[in-house]
């Protein structure tokens, strides 16, 4: 069973900064970290390579600096990693991100399943995963808290709702996004690691893939940030001690004065 899991490289919450002239985001020497969500990922593709064989690759799209996601995440247990990095790629926005992504796909070819987190943590759309599927034209499922069974070139998933879960049956090859509910994340064993430090790392930039660049980075975005600020905070408040029937009556008559 061949897997492809697609990371992203994210800056550490605590050291986000935007560029003031294209309001994105500079990664270029920030501290980043692995998309926390996308280590759930990484673990189930082991599980499953560990249950049915076969390998596991990791896919990212980012600058250089994202090699280190990628050694750690060989260093987990995948078993190859390939970084697409092209300054035609910068400022990508969801969508352009999933055509990219899904061009590096049909490069690779042979898979039974796409792997993604559930979201990144440094835009929250949950949209790219849904978006490479959409591209490849394979089924696809969000928020899969357990993979029930892969045979018969179908797979059985549990997919998180919220008054329980619905059983979810497609044919591979197909695309899944996996909430945290699905494992514990494994930690990288010195094996991994000296595995991890002499691993091949295979780059592809857009003309590998054959993108015309109308279509990728921010020629190929239909949303761009416009601008970026703090909100004004504004901290005010009135206290009452009065019985409910007149507590009521005023707040009916605030809301009303806010046009609520």
């Known amino acids: 069973m061949n897997i492809i899991v697609c990371i992203k490289q994210v800056p550490d919450t605590t050291e986000i900064k935007i560029d003031p002239k ?19 990922a990484i673990e189930e593709a082991i599980r499953l390579k560990e249950q049915h064989g076969g390998k596991v690759t990791v896919l990212s799209m980012g ?33 352009a991100t999933s055509y990219t992504l ?19 943590i440094d835009g929250d759309t949950a949209q790219v995963g849904p978006g490479v599927a959409a591209f490849l034209q394979i089924p696809q499922t969000c928020f899969v808290r357990k993979i029930e069974k892969v045979e018969d070139n179908k797979i059985t998933v549990q997919r998180l709702m919220e008054d329980g879960y619905d059983r979810i049956e497609m044919e591979l090859p197909a695309a899944i996004t996996v909430v945290k509910e699905i494992n514990t994340p494994r930690l990288p064993s010195l094996r991994g ?26 020629n190929g975005s239909p949303t ?37």
């Open 22 to 40: 294209t309001n994105t985001l500079i990664r270029e020497g920030v501290e980043s970290i692995i998309n926390p969500f996308d280590l759930y």
């Open 63 to 95: 600058p250089p600096q994202a090699e280190s996601a990628l050694r750690e995440a060989i260093a987990i247990g995948a078993d190859e990693m390939i970084l697409l990095s092209d300054r035609k790629f910068a400022g990508a926005d969801t969508l």
């Open 102 to 120: 899904s061009g590096a796909v049909k490069k690779i070819g042979d898979y039974d399943l796409l792997l993604f987190g559930q979201q990144a």
């Open 193 to 218: 690691k000296r595995n991890a430090k002499k691993a091949e790392l295979i780059i592809w930039n857009a003309d590998d893939l054959g993108f015309d660049e109308n279509e990728i980075g921010l």
């Open 224 to 260: 761009q940030v416009i601008k970026i600020f703090s909100p004004e905070l504004k901290k005010e408040g009135e206290k009452y001690e009065l019985p409910s029937e007149e507590l009521a009556e005023i707040l009916y008559k605030k809301l009303k004065e806010l046009g609520r």
